[in-house]
């Protein structure tokens, strides 16, 4: 479909409710007593698949017809409000995102919202993801006073729904450097004038850690408190549980998460981290049974495979807190309690590489067979092994000493760039991610090697996942995530040849073309950042 005929449908589809208006206001929201009530539910969401193929000028008319519904008193009477809202935001460029903060603050909080369809009308700042480092160079737009000053009396609601939206606005703004220092004093007074048991702000949507970098009055001292609040609170030990059966979460692991949210934040001492690895550790050792149980428990899931998940997030601690905060003089009785953890979670099937290689610095005769191991898991045909072998990758550079030699990291970034080379499957999508990531955080590593079998993969990359004309060894929406994937990678590139002052290869130049075509998804075009500069 073309952008032209893209734009004629919207229109057809919004003039169609607009005409609709008399039925969707005599109708009632919770029967589909009419044809009015029936497009009001099913047209958000249609228009919404078709925002990343539309013009810019339907899509400000999206804009438009969404602040409509948001300020409509039939607004509990539509369905698809949060997929339009996510969809179309997300189909803008970045800059085009930041230039409509200003329209996106005219949204009413809809505090009178029905049960039903509280999770359909997100504030829009949900969504609204900018580049916090393109952004810095843009002039600021100047918001209102007023503005600020009726978000402020509004995030002091006792309407729990009011004060979460106004709260989160007054953030989002204050993370994007559009508060001025005296209004993000008021704004850290807000925050805190409500709070919770653990002396945390209250009823907002943000979690505690996101608190310990925001503002706060001058007599609260957040990471105190929040040492205090991991302390107090008890991990979610199933033998423990007084509540019969498994509750399937999906890997919620609240406590792991507000753990590894605050890492930059907060430097824990090596005694800090080692009674936090105690707690981790009888945590397994009550539950780690619970991963050998008869996985046919559930049509969905298993009980396997939700304390596998559980058990991630125990590795993302030992990863991103524990063990940057051993050494190799740790005490024996430590190293071995981390030692036989790392390897019961091998033994009983949790992911955990990624952890062995944090602790490389502690044990460091194991660095050969964790090399080794890394190289496996990106051959593997599991999806799994191969993502934590790119986690692995990941762990090794970001640590100040690299914890390996020259030769094993030439081997493993040979390893790499033949995933994207060859265009294996598994895991694809993440392996250009990866290698994204490394380009961009450190260029020195792109040697020749690296360089010709990286350019290759993305110039065959190109061809096989043209969406019209692309191989037949991928699906759609397979072709969809690996070009996006991959023009964030050309796009990295580009930016790196730039700094460089080196001419930009045929491949880069011709992802260029792609990027800018009018043809191409809004999710591919918008990772061409170049573009987006006001």
Not at 145 to 173: C, G, H
Not at 230 to 238: A, G, H, T, V
Not at 473 to 488: C, H, M, P, W, Y
């Amino acid at each position: 479909m073309d952008v032209t005929f893209v734009d004629n449908l919207i229109d057809g589809y919004l003039k169609a409710v607009e005409r609709s208006r008399d039925d969707i206001q005599s109708g009632d929201g919770f029967y589909n007593d009419n044809f009015g009530i029936l497009l009001a539910q099913v047209i958000p969401e249609i228009v919404s698949r078709l925002c990343c193929k539309c013009s810019n000028e339907a899509k400000y008319k999206l804009i438009d017809f969404l602040f409509d519904i948001y300020k409509s008193d039939q607004r509990n009477k539509y369905r698809g409000i949060r997929h339009l809202t996510e969809r179309l935001l997300r189909s803008f460029s970045c800059h085009q995102r930041f230039e409509l903060i200003h329209r996106l603050l005219e949204f009413p909080i809809p505090g009178d919202l029905h049960p039903i369809v509280e999770d359909e009308f997100i504030n829009p700042f949900y969504f609204l993801e900018i580049d916090k480092e393109l952004a810095s160079s843009w002039s600021r737009p100047c918001i209102d006073d007023n503005k600020l000053i009726y978000l402020l009396n509004e995030a002091n609601s006792e309407n729990q729904a009011i004060r979460k939206w106004s709260t989160f606005t007054l953030v989002r703004l204050h993370e994007l450097n559009l508060l001025k220092k005296t209004w993000a004093d008021k704004l850290g007074k807000t925050l805190w004038f409500q709070r919770d048991e653990f002396g945390f702000p209250a009823h907002t949507f943000f979690r505690k850690f996101a608190f310990l970098r925001l503002p706060h009055p001058k007599n609260i001292d957040p990471i105190l408190l929040f040492k205090k609040f991991i302390e107090n609170s008890p991990l979610p030990i199933q033998k423990n549980s007084t509540e019969k059966g498994v509750a399937f979460t999906r890997g919620n692991v609240p406590l792991c998460d507000e753990i590894v949210g605050a890492r930059k934040s907060i430097q824990w001492k090596e005694d800090e981290s080692i009674i936090m690895l105690q707690r981790l550790v009888e945590w397994w050792d009550a539950d780690k049974t619970y991963l050998k149980k008869d996985k046919r428990a559930s049509s969905f899931t298993s009980i396997p495979d939700e304390f596998r998940s559980r058990f991630s997030k125990l590795v993302n601690v030992l990863v991103e807190v524990i063990a940057p905060s051993l050494r190799q003089e740790t005490e024996n009785n430590v190293k071995n309690t981390i030692w036989r953890l790392l390897s019961e979670l091998g033994d009983y099937g949790v992911p955990s590489l990624q952890a062995e290689t944090a602790c490389i610095h502690v044990y460091p005769d194991t660095r050969g067979e964790v090399i080794s191991r890394i190289e496996d898991a990106l051959a593997s045909s599991e999806y799994e092994a191969v993502i934590d072998g790119l986690k692995a990758i990941i762990v090794i550079f970001q640590r100040p000493k690299l914890p390996v030699n020259d030769m094993d990291m030439s081997n493993l970034l040979c390893v790499l760039s033949q995933l994207v080379r060859f265009r294996k499957k598994i895991g694809l999508p993440s392996a250009l991610n990866t290698v994204a990531v490394l380009i961009r955080n450190y260029p020195s590593l792109f040697n020749k090697d690296f360089e010709a079998l990286t350019l290759k993969g993305l110039k065959d990359i190109a061809q096989d996942t043209d969406l019209m004309v692309g191989s037949d060894d991928f699906d759609f929406s397979s072709k969809l995530e690996i070009r996006q994937e991959a023009a964030g990678l050309a796009y990295v590139l580009f930016d790196h040849y730039s700094k460089q002052g080196s001419p930009k290869p045929d491949v880069i130049k011709a992802w260029e073309v792609i990027c800018r075509s009018d043809n191409e998804f809004a999710e591919i075009r918008n990772k061409w950042l170049f573009d987006q500069l006001p």
